[in-house]
């Protein structure tokens, strides 16, 4: 397949101070991620990295311009639509985890394939093999509270896989963890992405930026970009 | 900015399922059992609106039920069908079928008949009696089985039976053996000067006070003793017909037709003010349990719209994750909202328990048949859960109306 699988066109965000006026937090911003692309998104804390991760994800809608997925144009779609798109092409890992304490490992992922057309049976012979890949195989029915912080992101990251999504949006996915674990975490996504799916990750920390060809640097709404060829020019 | 070539193939996006309710309950399943704690205090209140409801209910239903018992003894749903009268005021006596027609009838449960008595009978309790003192005593003749109709209970002795029905005997009224000074069974009285032997008396009668103050004879001795007054004395003067409770005014004409089938003069009359009392206790009882039931329901109701506004500001993470996963507005509203009726669900079967069990305590203490209605608990149990889903809308609109990144920045 030829074409980009996403696509910001002149794309703007920007909330209503307290004052009334419009605040641009997001400048006009145009780029393209292809296919099984590994992207780093950096920049220091309130420079726009979350803003422009939740819209390249449809969480959130541009102010102006155009979001584009795999040429449909996102901007134009309603809730329900993009709800749908999310649902079956897009994978989320987030920095607090965020699983539902009160179930086991396999239920959260389990989660990750509720609102899709799965079976019930299927969704779970699916979540098992997610967390048999990220090497919680053993783990299905530990509590979010038995495991460790590391591990809990790994059922994250099993939650992402799971749908078996043409992207991964990561943000700051090593923020909570340590040094070690981080990388530990970067390398399964790096893996998980190595099946085609393109993988977007927002951090702070240079080491794990500097693992990604392509890196996006953000500073005041303003989005510059790198790629590894540059740097060893 | 590059536009890299991509060699990998999307998946076409496959339509996700409306929303099944497998998902539904088992992602509410999983909110409310969560937090039992909080579960159990949201439900309680929900518990203790359903259980005043059947409690009272219940309490109200027993105690209808022993009281509309002690009114039917009254004889609120005894009728009294005579000979009526036409237009020049001639009695038009009742055809000799009218008992079996009557007794035929759906509602009839107990016939009870009343031959008419011979001519210028005096009454007294021996010939030492002036017989200018009748003692305003009558002569009652009824057919075997008339007293069993008027639910007639005996201070002493019993009634006239196939064993006696050719003899000289009589039962008295309670009002006609005090006047006559008899106090026990085996006297004798003097009835159109001849003896005889006192067998019952009865206790009062509110349902038939002209029977208070009467001798009763059996219809088989009458017959045999004035065969020249046979034919006067087989037309029925009363029947005295038990229903089964229900409007009035349909129970008198039906009667009135099955008495007599050519001529609608008819004479029914009933214990009014006691039917109309029995209807009014009836449907005061279950107002005031309905309307204590209703009033605390209201109350439960709040409690878990309470409950679940607080659960929405605590889960707004798990908000943001489920929006971002793929959940639409309308899925989260129903989540919460399932979990709302879910929660009362659970109150308003713990409520049925608890009033079922209340009322039936209070029955057994108060010697009460224990006369829940029965039909009454689901109605009950799905009021509960519709008080459930009406306090979880405006929570859970509150939910859907967030967006994912306010719902995930939140945590």
């Known amino acids: ?233 | 900015m590059r536009n890299p070539t991509s060699t990998r193939r999307s998946p076409r996006i496959r339509k996700p399922l409306r929303t099944r309710i497998a998902d539904l309950l088992h992602t509410a399943w999983i909110g409310t059992t969560g937090r039992v704690s909080r579960t159990i205090l949201a439900s309680l209140g929900i518990a203790l609106g359903v259980a005043a409801y059947v409690a009272l209910s219940g309490i109200a239903a027993s105690n209808q039920t022993a009281l509309l018992a002690r009114l039917d003894a009254l004889g609120a749903n005894l009728q009294i069908v005579a000979p009526g009268q036409d237009a020049a005021r001639q009695t038009i006596p009742l055809p000799e079928y009218a008992p079996d027609t009557i007794a035929r009838q759906p509602i009839v449960e107990q016939v009870g008949v009343f031959d008419t008595p011979p001519q210028n009978i005096r009454i007294f309790k021996n010939e030492l009696v002036p017989a200018s003192n009748g003692n305003a005593l009558a002569l009652a003749i009824m057919r075997p089985g008339a007293l069993d109709a008027l639910g007639t209970t005996f201070a002493r002795g019993h009634g006239i039976d196939r064993n006696n029905e050719h003899l000289p005997v009589t039962v008295l009224g309670s009002e006609a053996a005090y006047r006559l000074g008899v106090n026990d069974v085996g006297d004798r009285i003097l009835i159109d000067n001849e003896w005889y032997g006192v067998i019952g008396i009865l206790d009062p009668m509110p349902q038939a006070e002209t029977l208070n103050t009467s001798a009763i004879i059996g219809e088989a001795w009458t017959l045999d003793h004035y065969p020249d007054q046979a034919a006067d004395i087989a037309q029925i003067s009363a029947i005295y017909v038990r229903t089964t409770p229900g409007d009035a005014e349909t129970i008198r004409r039906t009667l009135a037709h099955a008495a007599n089938l050519t001529d609608g003069n008819v004479s029914v009359t009933a214990s009014a003010d006691l039917s109309k009392a029995r209807n009014a206790t009836s449907d005061s009882l279950t107002t005031l349990g309905l309307m204590i039931g209703m009033i605390a329901l209201a109350v439960g109701g709040m409690s878990i719209a309470n409950m679940m506004i607080v659960t929405v500001m605590e889960r707004r993470g798990e908000i943001g994750l489920r929006r971002a996963l793929g959940a639409t507005p309308g899925t989260i509203r129903m989540q919460f909202v399932t979990e709302a009726a879910m929660l009362s669900a659970f109150g308003g079967l713990a409520g049925i328990g608890l009033g079922a069990g209340t009322a039936a305590g209070v029955a057994l203490a108060a010697g009460q048949p224990l006369a829940l209605d029965w039909g009454s608990l689901p109605l009950a149990w799905g009021a509960a859960v519709t008080v459930g889903i009406l306090a979880g809308l405006y929570p859970a609109g509150r939910a859907a109306r967030l967006t994912p990144t306010e719902a995930l920045r939140s945590e």
């Open chain 1, 1 to 233: 397949m030829t074409g980009d699988l996403l696509t910001l066109d002149h794309v703007t965000k920007a909330f209503a101070g307290r004052s009334g006026t419009m605040i641009e937090i997001l400048h006009p911003t145009t780029l393209a991620i292809g296919h099984g692309e590994r992207i780093a998104i950096v920049g220091p804390s309130g420079s726009g990295k979350s803003t422009l991760l939740s819209l390249l994800g449809t969480l959130d809608m541009p102010t102006t311009g155009t979001l584009r997925y795999d040429g449909d144009d996102v901007t134009a779609m309603g809730e329900r639509r993009r709800s749908e798109l999310r649902a079956a092409r897009i994978g989320f890992v987030f920095q607090q985890f965020h699983l539902i304490a009160g179930v086991s490992a396999l239920e959260n992922v389990t989660i990750g394939l509720q609102y899709t057309s799965l079976p019930r049976a299927r969704r779970r012979e699916r979540s098992t093999e997610a967390l048999e890949q990220v090497g919680l195989g053993e783990r299905l029915r530990h509590r979010p509270s038995q495991l460790s912080g590391g591990e809990q992101q790994r059922v994250a990251i099993a939650r992402a896989l799971v749908k078996h999504p043409d992207i991964i949006f990561a943000d700051e996915p090593t923020g909570a963890l340590d040094t070690d674990t981080g990388h530990t975490i970067i390398d399964l996504l790096l893996d998980a992405a190595g099946d085609g799916a393109s993988l977007v990750v927002v951090t702070h920390d240079p080491t794990v930026a500097a693992r990604f060809d392509r890196r996006l640097h953000i500073r005041d709404g303003m989005v510059s970009e790198t790629t590894q060829g540059d740097e060893h020019a």
